[in-house]
Antibody, heavy 117, light 110 residues
């Protein structure tokens, strides 16, 4: 059974930083692209970014709202992907999901990040 | 990159078929056969219904079928059931090597 478990969410003030983790099991982690997708309260889904595999140079791509502030990384030895969020803004408040592949086939349960003064 | 355009809501009676559209541009849907559809029930994580326009993941119901014409993708739900009441999202790869989601459609079963 494929499982994705996010952790690290919480409350932070504007301008602050937070790091989310996503532990993956049940699939060959080194072979999968990993995405982060967010959903603001009562709103739709928004793609945050993606990291490709080690053999593809662990290339990262990001959505325009987070480019330059968020960084995705992966640790294949721990089957874990990370989302480092810096210079957080109130509009970054959302549930953050980690998701496998470009098909968005497996999803974590989500981790709530609240940015508020 | 602007969100793909979906109708805000679609409704139908049990047993009927409904179709949800997803309109993009030549920079996303029009350039790739890399469209996925997701279903999200309240308070739950989204679930993949179809990918690469027409393919279904293992275990997905055959009542859900995807298609594409030009810059517009569509999801048809056949034999509408009460449990199909949910939010539906499309997503596409783009020429900027990013992904874009649709605005979301709320399906109501009358």
């Amino acid at each position: 059974e494929v499982q994705l478990v996010e952790s690290g969410g919480g409350s932070v003030k504007p301008g602050g930083s937070l790091r989310l983790s996503c532990a993956v099991s049940g699939i060959t982690f080194i072979d999968v692209w990993m995405n982060w997708v967010r959903q603001a309260p009562g709103k739709g889904l928004e793609w945050v970014g993606q990291i490709k595999t080690k053999t593809e140079g662990e290339r990262t791509d990001y959505g325009a709202p987070v480019k330059g502030r968020f960084t995705i990384s992966r640790d294949d030895s721990e089957n874990t992907v990370y989302l480092q969020m810096n210079s957080l803004k109130t509009e970054d408040t959302a549930v953050y999901f980690c998701v496998t592949n470009g098909y968005f086939d497996y999803w974590g349960q989500g981790s709530l990040v609240t940015v508020s003064s | 990159q602007s969100a793909l355009t979906q109708p805000a809501s679609v409704s139908g009676s049990p047993g009927q078929s409904i179709t949800i559209s997803c309109t993009g541009t030549s920079s996303d849907i029009g350039s790739y056969n890399h469209v996925s559809w997701l279903q999200q029930h309240p308070g739950k994580a989204p679930k993949l219904l179809s990918y690469d326009v027409t393919k279904r993941p293992s275990g997905a119901s055959h009542r859900f079928s995807g298609s594409k014409s030009g810059n517009t993708a569509s999801l048809t739900i056949s034999g509408l059931q009460a449990e199909d009441e949910a939010d539906y999202y499309c997503t596409s790869y783009t020429t900027s090597s990013t992904f874009v989601f649709g605005t979301g459609t709320k399906v109501t079963v009358l």
